[in-house]
């Protein structure tokens, strides 16, 4: 079964720097999908940025970008220019690309509160 | 613009009541997700649908039941409500199955069982 770890249960950075937020995972699979899930205190999950495991090069969305090093099993968020409003709970997701029976189910690592300090 | 609605948004029950969780999306999506999500874990899936009249079992199901009689519905109902389903439920709706397509979420429904 993939497992998805977040080592970091908390994190804080100051606005305008950069802070990065680690995430491992498990599976035997070559091909898969990786997620970065951002959840503000008002509750709604929101979709920060994903990464197809066959695409080498690394995914980035305006400030954010992710260093994905296959081999490692390693898929970390790099938040650049921190602002009050990126201060989330972040969570990190795996998928498997197929269809069909458990590969429906994104599997979320336990996540890692981010503070910003003004 | 609305996505995926959930109602209600709070709920306080006592054991062995019963309710039902409505989940509404208007993006015409085939697929759609109940999570739970309890404190230090991540989120779990307890049912899901792949499509109007199906429904099928994610990881964990026991103590729920689910339908989705009309496409843009997913009701996850609860039939004796028990303390170790106190929890946030989330619903999440998607376009198709393919891996890269991401899975839009609701608010959540913070649920607690007396």
């Known amino acids: 079964a993939q497992t998805v770890t977040q080592s970091q249960p908390e994190m804080s950075v100051q606005e305008a720097e950069t802070v990065t937020l680690s995430c491992t995972y498990d599976t035997s699979e070559s091909d898969y999908y990786l997620f970065w899930y951002k959840q503000p205190p008002s509750r709604q999950m929101i979709l920060v940025i994903r990464?197809?495991?066959?695409?080498?090069q690394n995914a980035t969305e305006n400030r954010f970008s992710v260093n994905f090093q296959k081999a490692a099993k390693s898929f970390s968020l790099k938040i650049s220019d921190s602002q009050l409003g990126d201060a989330a709970m972040y969570f990190c997701a795996y998928r498997t690309p197929g269809s069909g029976g458990s590969n429906y189910k994104l599997t979320f690592g336990k996540g890692t509160l981010l503070t910003v300090n003004p | 613009n609305a996505g995926v609605t959930q109602t209600p948004k709070f709920r306080v029950l006592k054991t062995g009541q019963s309710m039902t969780l409505l989940c509404a999306q208007d993006m015409n999506h085939e697929y759609m997700y109940w999570y739970r999500q309890d404190p230090g874990m991540g989120l779990r899936l307890i049912h899901y649908s792949v499509g109007e009249g199906t429904t099928a079992k994610g990881e964990v199901p026991d103590g729920y039941n689910v339908s989705r009689l009309k496409k843009q519905n997913f009701l996850l109902g609860l039939e004796s409500a028990a303390p170790s389903q106190t929890s946030v439920y989330f619903c999440?709706?998607?376009?198709?199955?393919?891996?890269?397509?991401?899975?839009?979420f609701g608010d959540g429904t913070r649920l607690s069982i007396l």
């Open positions: 990464q197809e495991a066959y695409k080498q």
């Open positions: 999440a709706s998607s376009y198709s199955d393919r891996g890269n397509q991401p899975q839009h």
